[in-house]
């Protein structure tokens, strides 16, 4: 079964911290993407990637940055911790210009953090 | 910024009715899809539909997309608990950059 697989589904970290959100899909995408999900206001796009050491900012990547070294694996860098950055952050990967062929996206499973 | 809205927010039901939810967004599209997340979970693609097509069907699932209105509903008909999840539209915008907008979600709980 094709996946995406988020490190982790719970997270804590306190303000200040650096932390690393890894993502990791199996299906050979070439593009990949990071959102954050909050109530009331959907999924917001951090940042993506068409391509390898490739990114590009989404709506809101102030105070965030990101990796992607390999094709399968996207990490975002929380590069100071703030209790704003409390979310769901989830992962999702696509084919290059994937949903002119009909393809959507395929999601993990979320990692919840959590920074006190 | 959101593209698609869901409408409503919310819908409770009973199992074995149908249930409707609506989109609507505000530029032209490529293709709008249409996501199921479980509580706390990731999201699910359920379907695609071009801005070509009026009509689609997956299993107990019918998306309609009317581009003069600029809107789209997802009906799934004979629902039951397992349905119980937020639903979600996410646009393409066309002449964009073919990254899906996605709106804030529809909560559906059906009760057994």
């Known amino acids: 079964d094709v996946k995406v697989t988020q490190s982790s589904r719970y997270l804590v970290k306190r303000t200040g911290e650096k932390v690393f959100l890894e993502c990791v899909q199996d299906?050979?995408?070439?593009?990949m993407f990071w959102y954050r999900q909050d109530p009331g206001l959907g999924l917001r796009l951090i940042y993506f990637?068409?391509?390898?050491?490739?990114?590009e900012k989404g709506d809101i990547p102030e105070g965030y940055s990101v990796s992607r070294e390999k094709k399968e694996r996207f990490s975002l860098i929380l590069e100071s911790a703030s209790t704003n950055q409390t979310s769901m952050y989830l992962c999702?990967?696509?084919?290059?210009?994937?949903?002119?062929f009909g393809y959507g996206y395929t999601f993990g499973s979320g990692t919840r953090l959590t920074v006190v | 910024s959101q593209q698609g809205e869901e409408d409503p927010q919310a819908l409770s039901i009973q199992e074995g009715e149908n249930a409707t939810m609506n989109c609507s967004y505000k530029?032209?599209?490529?293709?709008l899809q249409w996501y199921r997340q479980n509580s706390g979970r990731g999201l699910v693609h359920l379907i695609l539909?071009?801005?070509?097509?009026r009509e689609k069907h997956s299993g107990r699932l019918r998306v309609t997309l009317d581009t003069s209105k600029k809107s789209s509903s997802l009906l799934i008909t004979a629902s039951r608990a397992a349905d119980t999840a937020s639903y979600f539209c996410?646009?393409?915008?066309?002449?964009?950059?073919?990254?899906?907008?996605f709106g804030r979600g529809t909560s559906l709980i059906v009760h057994p």
């Open positions: 999702a990967s696509s084919p290059l210009r994937g949903t002119v």
């Open positions: 299906m050979d995408h070439e593009n």
């Open positions: 990637s068409y391509d390898v050491k490739m990114k």
């Open positions: 530029t032209s599209i490529n293709n």
């Open positions: 539909i071009r801005s070509n097509e």
């Open positions: 996410a646009t393409d915008a066309s002449g964009g950059s073919y990254i899906p907008t």
